[in-house]
């Protein structure tokens, strides 16, 4: 589960007490992980189980932080991992679009979101 504080630069994210299955006894990382808010996010650092948590988390930061365009990494693979990143993406009411990045910026291994931004003519 992943926490944002209301003008924070960071997502927490903090193991659910009421979940035993959420807690690994063999974590080197038991404490909740500070994620930095910046105009990329390496989506590899995260169990496929978390994905659609930091995305949600990760946009309402950028959005919040005024980010036009942010690239979410996801890798190459046979594109599962893309694809889901794209339904996210897709189903967002902050996502203006989104395309998989040039080749000097990951190619199909990573995807550009252009956002929109609250009371902002040119996103809204």
């Given at each position: 589960m992943f926490h944002r504080a209301p003008g924070a630069a960071t997502i927490r994210a903090v193991t659910d007490?009421?979940?035993d299955d959420s807690i690994d006894p063999a974590s080197p990382f038991p404490d909740p992980v500070e994620i930095p808010i910046e105009e990329s996010i390496d989506l590899h650092l995260f169990r496929p189980s978390e994905i659609g948590d930091v995305i949600e988390g990760y946009l309402e930061a950028a959005i919040e932080r005024?980010?036009?365009e942010?690239?979410?990494i996801h890798g190459r693979g046979r594109g599962v991992q893309r694809n889901r990143v794209q339904r996210l993406l897709a189903r967002h009411p902050g996502v203006?679009?989104?395309a998989d990045a040039p080749g000097d910026r990951g190619g199909w291994g990573a995807t550009i979101a252009w956002l929109r931004l609250p009371d902002d003519p040119q996103t809204s």
């Open positions: 007490p009421e979940d005024r980010f036009r942010v690239r979410l203006e679009r989104f």
